[in-house]
């Protein structure tokens, strides 16, 4: 069964900390991995989308890395800030265009 | 910058009732979804649409139904509400459904109870 899934399920750091976001997933084939920003109350959005050719993606403080052999995937944050406080969602694409979507790591960012 | 639109923000609906969860874009996109997001779970598929006319089954889509008349409009119908339809529900849009992975837009939001 194709699955997605996120550790920690949550993570609380010190803001101007580092921190990295773990995604495994078992889908085959694959077609593309995607993390997504949830803030509370509101919609994801986007912040990377790799194909399986794709190692590393950056978005300002977020990098997101890609191992298609090991089917793992992270989020690597610099210098959080309080407004990194969010879900963060890895969601994969099959080959059949479905997306399957990890339930996500919650990230608490303290002052 | 509207993006996608949906309402209500909120509501609280009796087992039994029915209601329609409206959902708009207005960057004429093809596809659209609707998505529920229980606590401490990943988002469920339960409709999408790949043009207007054109609707298809996800995931979960026992006890909705949806209509695409239009490119922008994809509402979302609840019928004989139950307890077990209490969630977060998402509308969501995209230009094309590539392989490259073309950027899925959300609208922020419906909470809805069902007492």
């Known amino acids: 069964k194709n699955q997605v899934e996120q550790s920690p399920q949550s993570l609380i750091i010190l803001e101007g900390k580092n921190c990295t976001l773990q995604?495994?997933?078992?889908?085959?084939?694959?077609?593309?991995l995607r993390w997504y920003k949830q803030d509370t109350g509101r919609g994801p959005v986007s912040l990377t989308i790799?194909?399986?050719s794709e190692n590393t993606k950056s978005n300002g403080r977020y990098t997101a890395t890609l191992d298609a052999d090991t089917k793992q995937s992270s989020l690597h944050i610099t210098a959080s800030q309080l407004s990194d406080s969010a879900s963060y969602i890895c969601?994969?694409?099959?080959?059949?265009?479905?997306?399957?979507w990890g339930a996500g790591t919650k990230l608490i960012i303290k002052p | 910058n509207a993006g996608v639109t949906q309402t209500p923000k909120f509501r609280i609906l009796k087992i039994g009732q029915s209601m329609t969860l409206q959902c708009a874009q207005d960057?004429?996109?093809?596809?659209m979804y609707w998505y529920r997001q229980d606590p401490g779970m990943g988002l469920k598929l339960i409709y999408y649409?790949?043009?207007?006319?054109?609707?298809d089954k996800g995931e979960v889509p026992n006890g909705y139904n949806v209509s695409r008349s239009t490119t922008e409009d994809f509402p979302l119908r609840l019928e004989l509400a139950a307890p077990s339809q209490t969630s977060v529900y998402f509308c969501?849009?995209?230009?094309?459904?590539?392989?490259?992975?073309?950027?899925?837009?959300f609208g922020e939001g419906s909470w809805l109870t069902v007492v």
């Open positions: 969501a849009s995209s230009h094309l459904q590539g392989v490259s992975g073309n950027t899925i837009y």
């Open positions: 960057m004429n996109h093809n596809y």
């Open positions: 649409s790949v043009g207007a006319g054109i609707t």
């Open positions: 995604c495994n997933y078992t889908v085959s084939p694959f077609s593309n």
């Open positions: 790799m194909t399986f």
């Open positions: 969601v994969v694409r099959d080959s059949n265009y479905q997306l399957i």
